[in-house]
Nanobody, 115 residues
């Protein structure tokens, strides 16, 4: 059974930084594209950043230049480094794994950007 466990969400002031982690188990991590999505209250879930099994990345326009996605296949973990955080980044952030056949989701971690 595949499990994705996110951590690192917190309350942070505008302009601050956070790093989210997502630890995967029960699958061959290196074969999966990994992504971070977020969902704010009353809004649809949206893609934030994605990293392929080969390490290629892409980002939502709203986070380009501020967020960085990375992966460490040795420890089956994907990260999302978030800098220059804005109130509009407030959301529940979800980890996603996809191998082209199956897709898996974590339970989410709350990020709140507020003074």
């Amino acid at each position: 059974q595949v499990q994705l466990v996110e951590s690192g969400g917190d309350l942070v002031q505008p302009g601050g930084s956070l790093r989210l982690s997502c630890a995967a188990s029960g699958t061959i991590f290196r074969l999966h594209a990994m992504a971070w999505y977020r969902q704010a209250p009353g809004k649809q879930r949206e893609l934030v950043a994605r990293i392929s099994s080969g390490g290629m990345t892409n980002y939502a326009d709203s986070v380009k230049g501020r967020f960085t996605i990375s992966r460490d296949n040795a420890v089956n973990t994907v990260y999302l480094a978030m800098n220059s955080l804005k109130p509009e980044d407030t959301a529940v952030y979800y980890c996603n794994a996809n191998n082209g056949v199956m897709t898996y989701w974590g339970q989410g971690t709350q990020v709140t950007v507020s003074s």
